[in-house]
């Protein structure tokens, strides 16, 4: 049996279980010790928010989701580096591939969204971003931007209700755009800054903006010129997976080449530099 | 001034207006003729429905609308073919770059979701798609589906609120993700059938999975392999927008070379068709 992706039927959001082996009855998350359910090769169909990580943030909609591994099993404490293994390779692979979490919050979670007692099933989320980044242990730890998803449908056809299954079918890759994405799109004439390539459309040139340092918790990256580029889509996906970052000259690591700079364009060394201490050489699976 | 995407401070989704000309004093919609509000070159900021095209089809949260021009003011029939100019390139430019759209229903426009009388503020809509087919009139229209954005914010930096003009950030463009289009992605290794590129990054490779006839109204393509191409991000935006389409033989137009066929992955013809009719030979702007 494959793993089940999306909702349980039955199990609407909210829903609570006395304890992980209820939660387990349940199907909403079968492993009944680990936080995190799931494998590196199909991702992860569930998590558990238990409490016991002390760098995860949670705003409710958006949770930054601290990794597994390199805890001391008796104090909880990291000891060691997280790697980007298992169960954390497992969410990386969700962003990769849009795949939803099940997200259950335990009542040991430290969050004003937590039970009171046992666990609550808060819903589906969107694993947005990975990255590593020290945590305040002073280790190496990996962090996941999760985000809530509503209403993650595909359309139905006609006379057709969107079934449980359909549910399944996620939010992939979302770009925003805004005056200062704009400005910098035109500035490059749409021309990707790494390779040139201009994408033409029966609706004029497409190019992307990409956020440097990403915009939103915990990063807040500023969304202004100084912390965008201009890339097409391709490139904004090796980017945003750190497969390439860029020097503070603007040599390219990752790729062979120099990142074209319009003389207009002052890019902020300092987000250049976060991009690297948080994506620079993740290893290559 | 610059034109006004997104909504208007103080005019909440649901607000009604007697006539147009209390529309224009509101701001949501400045012309009190025209249909759409906007430019070839910034895109457009605001539509209204007013009834007056036989194909628009309304579905609430999804609307396809019918562009503008070719019709006989005084039976408002369809008499001749519509062009991508004006404010047809304008949405088409919103879909391009993912501006929102500010949409409003008048009474005279045939749906369960207009105003028994004057005019009602539906909110804000995302252009997910232009292009061109055949109407009813046997006249080849412009077609947009439009799609309601819910709470398309920027996720605001920390002690900051999200005010209405960081609420202009949009949702530009959504890939899905299902069973069929994993497994459409990992026949192919990850490679795209057009280009053969095949993206690294630290979660293992990425690519996309195109629908060649599009999901949703109108078009209710299914989800099947027969209905997938495995695209790099590029290719998958060119394919989107109707720069390239692929011949019965597989044969590419509008770009060199052929598209690139596993011996397991049959791909149905007349999906092929369906994409050539709606989107083959648009004009290059």
Chains 1, 2 share one sequence.
């Not at 359309?155 to 079918?169: H, L, N, S, W």
């Not at 939103?216 to 580029?229: R, S």
Request: net charge neutral; glycine share 10%.
């Amino acid at each position: 049996m494959s793993r089940h992706f999306g909702a349980i039927p039955g199990i609407p959001e909210g829903a609570t279980f006395p304890d992980r082996r209820e939660l387990r009855s349940a199907k909403v998350h079968l492993p009944t010790q680990a936080g995190i359910s799931g494998s590196a090769k199909e991702g992860a169909d569930s998590i558990v928010l238990s409490g016991s990580y002390e760098d995860d943030l949670d705003e409710g909609d958006v949770i930054v989701y601290t990794g597994e591994g390199g805890r001391d099993p008796l104090t909880g404490r990291q000891v060691k580096p997280q790697e980007l293994v298992r169960g954390n390779l497992a969410l990386a692979v969700n962003h990769r591939d849009g795949l939803p979490v099940r997200v259950t919050r335990g009542s040991r979670h430290a969050s004003a969204y937590s039970p009171a007692a046992g666990y609550e099933y808060a819903g589906l989320y969107r694993v947005e971003d990975h990255w590593r980044e020290v945590g305040k242990s002073g280790h190496s730890i990996w962090r996941f931007r999760l985000t809530r998803l509503e209403n993650a449908t595909l359309p139905a056809g006609p006379g057709e209700t969107v079934g449980a299954e359909r549910r399944e079918a996620i939010i992939q890759r979302i770009v925003r755009d805004t005056a200062a994405a704009r400005a910098i799109k035109s500035l490059y004439d749409f021309r990707c800054q790494v390779c040139g390539t201009r994408l033409e459309t029966s609706a004029g040139a497409y190019a992307e903006a990409a956020h440097i340092r990403p915009l939103g918790a915990p990063h807040y990256g500023p969304d202004v010129a100084e912390n965008l580029l201009c890339l097409c889509p391709n490139h904004h996906v090796l980017f945003d997976f750190g497969s390439f970052t860029v020097q503070d000259d603007f040599q390219l690591v990752g790729l062979p080449g120099t990142l074209q700079v319009h003389p207009q364009h002052r890019i902020d060394p300092a987000h250049l530099g976060y991009h690297r201490a948080c994506y620079a050489a993740l290893p290559r699976q």
